[in-house]
């Protein structure tokens, strides 16, 4: 299985900011998933993130508003930018396992913005 | 849009019985996953079963899938009061080169009473 972490757990943020979510997998993924999760809601995919190149954002996502960083094979960032309230939820990373097709997930960063 | 779509969508039990979810999916997978969430913390992989399989269990879960009626279910036999989460199924969609993506339904929130 694979281990990812995610910093912050949690942020409370005032509207018209920018939180940038840390997400750290302990195995080299060729790919990495941010996924949304609105309250009482199921999960989003907003973006794939590949090394080397351009993440690849699902329809209602935009890179200015979720810009993604990917500089190695085992990191990925999450900006969440110019934020409202609609922006509060949970959001997570995700990966694959080394030897299956299994996506494992990061523990979430709930983010709640006023 | 939505690829998995559970029924029901919130189910309580006592402790000691057994219970039942169920998946449904619109379109031709390769695998489907279902997962684990407790109280709005990260997801928790449970068992993945392939197109081609039809049933597996693992510990007190049974996974079944019917790929004809496009359906999967869950069962947890012998509930305790620490299953109680929601729970989600997942379907993957690999359409080539790097495009992957797991489509999550909406959920089931289980809850177990002592």
Known sequence: SAVISQKPSRDICQRGTSLTIQCQVDSQVTMMFWYRQQPGQSLTLIATANQGSEATYESGFVIDKFPISRPNLTFSTLTVSNMSPEDSSIYLCSAPGLISDTQYFGPGTRLTVL | SQQGEED?????????????????????????????????????????????????HSGRLRVTLDTSKKSSSLLITASRAADTASYFCATDEWSGGSNYKLTFGKGTLLTVNP
């Open chain 2, 8 to 56: 029901p969508q919130a189910l309580s039990i006592q402790e000691g019985e057994n219970a039942t979810m169920n998946c449904s999916y619109k379109t031709s997978i390769n695998n489907l996953q279902w997962y684990r969430q407790n109280s709005g913390r990260g997801l928790v992989h449970l068992i993945l079963i392939r197109s081609n399989e039809r049933e597996k």
